[in-house]
């Protein structure tokens, strides 16, 4: 069983080998297979998470995809995102899109006149590595992003390498001194 993202190389590789000869279709599909890797590794997945009931342990609730869960309840002063891949500069406008496509998602008016969720949550366990450029960008765009939405972030699950990189370009600082 293979993939549909996989049919474009596949067949853009048997048309031209059969057109243009054997071996300029597999140079045409060498071609077209990186440039879907590419495509891929700057924009891989980005889940809205929300939480499931019938978890382990009632203290402990278990968060999944809504896309595979339909019953799953997402708070909507509180969505959750799970950004499925490592950060690294190629990326970072991918999970700024979907931060941005969930928080206008949640979007409503309330009696303190704020309209966008008041924070959003970012689970960060998948994300096994992060570098230098997309921690950089990751903090002007929380900072901006708070001031833009009045949405605070929340990280989550985030893995030591990853926070070993924010803290190296003071991340947390930044935080801090917003708030004073």
């Known amino acids: 069983h293979t993939k549909r993202r996989d049919f474009v190389p596949m067949m853009a590789t048997f048309v031209s080998s059969l057109v243009l000869g ?3 279709g597999i140079g045409v599909g060498v071609i077209f297979s990186l440039l879907v890797f590419v495509y891929r590794a700057a924009n891989p997945h980005c889940a809205e998470l929300g939480r499931v009931d019938g978890g382990s342990s009632a203290a402990t609730p278990l968060y999944r995809n809504i896309a595979n869960f339909p019953n799953a309840h ?8 799970r950004f499925d891949a490592s950060l690294y500069f190629a990326n970072v406008a991918s999970l700024e899109r979907d931060m941005v496509r969930v928080v206008r998602e ?8 704020a309209r966008y969720p008041r924070r ?20 002007t765009l929380f900072r901006d992003f708070e001031r833009s939405y009045g949405t605070l972030i929340s990280l989550a699950r985030m893995k030591r390498p990853v926070l070993d990189v924010l803290t190296k370009v003071d991340f947390f600082a930044t935080f801090d001194d917003a708030r004073k």
């Open 22 to 24: 054997i071996e300029i």
């Open 74 to 81: 997402v708070e909507a002063d509180a969505p959750a995102l």
């Open 106 to 113: 949640h979007r409503e008016e309330r009696l303190d006149g």
């Open 120 to 139: 959003l949550i970012i689970d960060l366990s998948s994300v096994n590595d992060i570098d230098f450029t997309a921690a950089e960008r990751i903090k």
